[in-house]
């Protein structure tokens, strides 16, 4: 059964304009590059306007990443501002040749959608090379072309990218990264098309690089962005010790050889499992914390890679949830960041201020081993801070934030043109005015209780110029 749509509130819908701000105050370099993939093998997920609600207020994440073009999920996110990409199931490629079907799909998943939904990419398939079914193959490239027609026809394809994600095995060789090579035959035949196509459109080449997958006992601190002693290229000179950077690079190098290195390489897929079975290295909550929280700090700094350097990278983690349904190794159900009721699996600083101080103590998130990723501290030993509860009702936020600013405390930031006045919600300046009087008093718990809205919490809400 669908789940009903629900309008979101206008707050919501202002924390929409605000998205990017917050993600650089809190990560800087992130800049919205951060995105995850939103994955539905489960039996037990939380409704899709919920999953959109949560990932507007409580988190930084604003962009997902779908496996279909799934119609309750696309409306649940109408009015979020929340980037979207929706995918055509493999199986439909071969008919998306036709310009009538590829119009139709276009009229049936996208335009009743759009622009309240901000759908942004279409992916055509998933993997499909490895797949190494050859009808797949053979029409991979002419339903891309088919579909930006429709997309043209539509007058989308200025707002919609078509593009599609691959796995490492499009590589025949990767190791030293500069020798990466596409597969024989395909090279030619598939990818170089499929590159001259992505060109044309201004579309990214998306790939899925997995490193706890390529990992041994002995390589994972290289896997983990962890201090390590590198791998030497002899072709090139240089330094990887990161083993991310040097699957990357193999893309590039490939990419390259077909003379296609000006192309933007998005991360497509990447994650780490925080349960598996006792014969795979390195995997528990700690260690897939640490991987998620240096990824995000690595693909986000700026610093590129030994030949791609300078560069962010447009990333999405996998996944958003543990899914029960998946089949394979107990891994497989366990790449997630939130549990069903979207309490997080660990904590790698994802969620805002307001959101992981409401956190209940029976679920805290594992914490992870990574530094965070803002350079001031997320924590600070011996300080505290007041904040509202998560559901607080609205209306007694705004009386707190009347009563203390009414009390001549100093609520000049909260008002229009002041450090703390965006987000411009009654949560955020009920933040602000509460901790305001809770500091100002002996801080003492019941001076955070404020008819029970209140909650103290030991993380910094901070963010940019707005200090707390």
Known sequence: MAEPFIPLSSSMLFLTVISLFLASALFPGVEGNIGVNY?????????????????????????????????????AFAHTGIAVTVT????????????????????????????????????????????????????????MQTLHTALVAASLDRRIQVSTPHSLGVLSNSSPPSTGKFLLGYDVHVMKPLLSFLRATNSPFMINPYPFFGCSSDTLDYALFRPNA??????????????????????????????????????????????????QVGVDANVA?????????HVSSGAGTPLMPNRTFETYIFALFNEDLKP???SERNFGL?????????????????????????????PSKTPPLNPKPRSSKGKRWCLPKTGADESTLQRNVDYV????????????????????????????AMNAYYQSTGKNESDCDFDQ????TDVDPSYGKCQY
Request: one cysteine or more.
């Open 39 to 75: 994955g539905t093998v489960a039996n037990n997920l939380p409704p899709t306007s919920q999953v959109a609600h949560f990932l507007l207020e409580s988190t930084v994440i604003n962009r997902v990443k779908l496996y279909d073009a799934n119609p309750d999920i696309l409306k």
């Open 88 to 143: 055509v199931p493999n199986d439909l490629i071969p008919r998306l040749t036709k310009l009538s079907f590829a119009q139709q799909w276009v009229e049936d998943n996208v335009r009743p959608y759009t622009p309240t939904t901000s759908i942004v990419r279409i992916l055509v398939g998933n993997e499909v090379i490895t797949t190494a079914d050859k009808s797949l193959i053979g029409n991979l490239v002419p339903a």
């Open 230 to 279: 590198g791998v030497l290229d002899g072709n090139t000179g240089l330094l990887y010790t990161s083993m991310l950077d040097a699957q990357l690079d193999a893309v590039f190098s490939a990419m390259k050889v077909l003379g296609f290195d000006d192309l933007e390489i998005v991360i497509a897929e990447t994650g780490w499992p925080s349960m598996g079975d006792s014969t």
């Open 289 to 297: 914390a640490e991987y998620n929280g240096n990824l995000m700090r």
């Open 328 to 330: 394979g190794p107990t």
């Open 338 to 366: 939130f549990r069903q009721d979207m309490t997080p699996v660990y904590d790698i600083g994802i969620l805002r201020p307001t959101a992981r101080s409401s956190i209940p103590n029976n679920q805290t998130p594992i």
């Open 405 to 432: 600013c009414g009390l001549g405390l100093d609520c000049e930031p909260i008002q229009q043109g002041g450090d703390c006045f965006l987000p411009n919600t009654v949560r955020a300046h009920a933040a602000f």
């Open 453 to 456: 809205t209140g909650a103290i």
